[in-house]
């Protein structure tokens, strides 16, 4: 099952594995330790980002090692910034407004 990297992202404890995986890859193991939730509860918000694509996951020998691939977040990043071009258009008029009436 394709999932939607927005629904990845919507959860707080998936962006902080994201987060805590960014720059290094750690074993599915050691992710757990640092949240504290279940070891099961862990390995399926793995899952889902797994599924999302933003995580790629490599076996070495016993363990399984996680790491981001945060290319996917781009969609997350594209789509945001359409909603920053509007809100600056509107800031800049209700500015301009303000401007004009202190200058009246």
């Given at each position: 099952?394709?999932?939607?990297?927005?629904?990845?992202?919507?959860?707080?404890?998936?962006?902080?594995?994201?987060?805590?995986?960014?720059?290094?890859?750690?074993?599915?193991?050691?992710?757990a330790?640092h949240f504290?939730?279940?070891r099961?509860?862990?390995?399926?918000?793995?899952?889902?980002?797994?599924?999302?694509?933003?995580?790629?996951?490599?076996k070495?020998?016993?363990?399984?090692?996680?790491?981001?691939?945060?290319?996917?977040?781009?969609?997350?990043?594209?789509?945001?910034?359409?909603?920053?071009?509007?809100?600056?258009?509107?800031l800049d008029?209700?500015?301009?407004?303000?401007?004009?009436?202190?200058?009246?």
């Amino acid at each position: 099952m394709q999932r939607d990297v927005f629904q990845a992202i919507a959860d707080p404890t998936r962006r902080e594995i994201i987060d805590l995986i960014a720059n290094q890859s750690l074993p599915v193991n050691e992710v757990a330790d640092h949240f504290e939730i279940s070891r099961p509860a862990i390995s399926k918000h793995i899952k889902i980002l797994d599924e999302c694509g933003l995580v790629v996951i490599q076996k070495k020998g016993r363990k399984r090692y996680c790491r981001a691939d945060v290319r996917k977040l781009k969609r997350v990043s594209d789509w945001a910034s359409k909603y920053q071009k509007f809100w600056t258009q509107k800031l800049d008029a209700l500015e301009a407004l303000l401007d004009e009436e202190n200058n009246t």
